[in-house]
């Protein structure tokens, strides 16, 4: 059995949404065990998931960058950097953000080099846009074009319908080959 534990901050539950997506996506795959963390809860005790096979991480985007909380979560790692307890680990990141863009790539790369410093290793979202094939763009897989890991769009609604089916439906591929790579390693 494999465990994967989804971090994440979310204010109004759209960075939740794709999170538990994520987790229906990867419970696709046999023997694989799947907890999700709000940052808030790990500040105590970050160092809970050191427990864990994989580690996904999920911020939405705040002006250009991981949300202040979320980053607070980042900083309190610090003393498993210094022990390298997360070295050797999958890895991936997620963001949510409002707008088609929106920067959300800027907080890709803060969660890629916080995953590097850790010595982790990285698991993009080799997810091919369906839009070429002629599928409408909201309902295409990677929609967004992000394969260094995961985008998602949410309108200015509740959760449960913030998101387009594509988006929905490529948060679920995406945590299902981090699973199946996850089983893929031998250790
Ligand atoms: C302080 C702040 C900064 C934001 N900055 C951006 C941004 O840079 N780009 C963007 O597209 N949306 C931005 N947004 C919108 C959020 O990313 C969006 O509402 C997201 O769905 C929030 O996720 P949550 O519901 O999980 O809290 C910002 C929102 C807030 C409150």
Redesign the pocket.
């Known amino acids: 059995m494999k465990s994967i534990a989804i971090i994440?901050?979310?204010?109004?539950?759209?960075?939740?949404?794709i999170a538990e997506q994520i987790q229906i996506g990867a419970a696709q795959v046999e023997n694989i065990q799947i907890d999700l963390f709000t940052a808030e809860s790990l500040m105590a005790h970050p160092d809970l998931i050191t427990q864990y096979d994989g580690l996904i991480w999920g911020s939405?985007?705040?002006?250009?960058?991981v949300?202040g909380i979320f980053k607070q979560l980042m900083d309190l790692t610090g003393p498993l950097w210094k022990k390298q307890s997360l070295k050797g680990k999958l890895s991936a990141g997620f963001t949510?953000?409002?707008?088609p863009?929106?920067?959300?790539q800027s907080t890709l790369i803060s969660l890629f080099t916080f995953c590097m410093q850790h010595g982790m290793i990285w698991i993009g979202n080799p997810v091919l846009p369906e839009q070429h094939q002629g599928v409408p763009y909201t309902q295409a897989l990677n929609r967004l074009g992000s394969w260094s890991g995961l985008m998602a769009?949410?309108e200015?609604q509740s959760?449960a319908n913030?998101f387009d089916f594509g988006d929905i439906k490529t948060a679920q591929l995406f945590g299902q080959n981090f699973a199946l790579n996850l089983n893929a390693i031998q250790r």
């Open positions: 994440y901050h979310s204010r109004q539950g759209h960075t939740q949404f939405p985007t705040y002006l250009g960058g949300s949510v953000s409002s707008l863009a929106g920067d959300k769009q949410a200015h959760a913030a």
